[in-house]
Structures are given as C-alpha cells and as structure tokens.
C-alpha cells in the first residue's frame, strides 16, 4: 500500500508564494508501471478540480486557470512532489489534495492525501 503525506498549507497574503509537498511512501508493485501525480482543489461547496500534474517520465500540465503563477515539480530520490504557488489570489484559496495514479498493464491503483487548506486573504 502507498501513502502519501502533504505538507506546506497555511496563511498567505494575495500575491504571496506558498510551496506544496507530497510525500510517497510504501510499496509500489511494479517499478514498469506509469505513475501520475496530480495536484487537486476544492473550494467550499465547489468541484474537485485539477491542478496539475507530472508522470514518472517528467512531463507536466498545469491548469488554464494556474498557468504561468503553479509550478509541478518532482524529486525522484525523496519520493517527492512540489506545487509551488506564486503570485496567489483570494481564488485559489482551497483544500488542495495531492493524487498518486498507478497504472500498469491490467490494474490502477489511485491514492489520496488528506488534504491541506490553503488560503489567500489580507
């Protein structure tokens, strides 16, 4: 079983930076399979929405509304991922989750954080 441990939420002001992490720990049954991790948002009474997201092979995507402002990021020897968050706005205020798609050749295996509040406000 994986786990992932988020780090990084808090108290930042409009046009702040925040930095996100993931943490991936456990056993991954096949080191062939593709991996995926995607950063997620939610906003009180709104829809889980993507972020971003980086594969095992280093490619990325970023949201339309975070493009240019969010970063993903990775770090293969900590079994870690980064979301860092500039130029922050009162919208991108959210609980944001951190997501770990594993997918080989006849099973997935989709993995969640808990969760870390971010919020931007004066």
């Known amino acids: 079983q994986v786990q992932l441990e988020e780090s990084g939420g808090g108290l930042v002001q409009p046009g702040g930076s925040l930095r996100l992490s993931c943490a991936a720990s456990g056993h991954i049954l096949s080191i062939n399979a593709t991996r995926w991790y995607r950063w997620y948002r939610q906003a009180p009474g709104k829809e889980r929405d993507l972020v971003a997201r980086i594969n095992s092979g280093g490619l990325t995507n970023v949201a339309a509304s975070v493009k240019g402002r969010f970063t993903i990021s990775r770090d293969n020897a900590k079994n870690t991922v980064y979301l860092q968050m500039n130029s922050l706005k009162p919208e991108d205020t959210a609980v944001y989750y951190c997501?770990?798609?594993?997918?080989?050749?006849?099973?997935?295996?989709?993995?969640w954080g808990q969760g870390t509040q971010v919020t931007v406000s004066s």
């Open positions: 997501n770990l798609l594993v997918s080989e050749a006849t099973v997935e295996y989709d993995y």
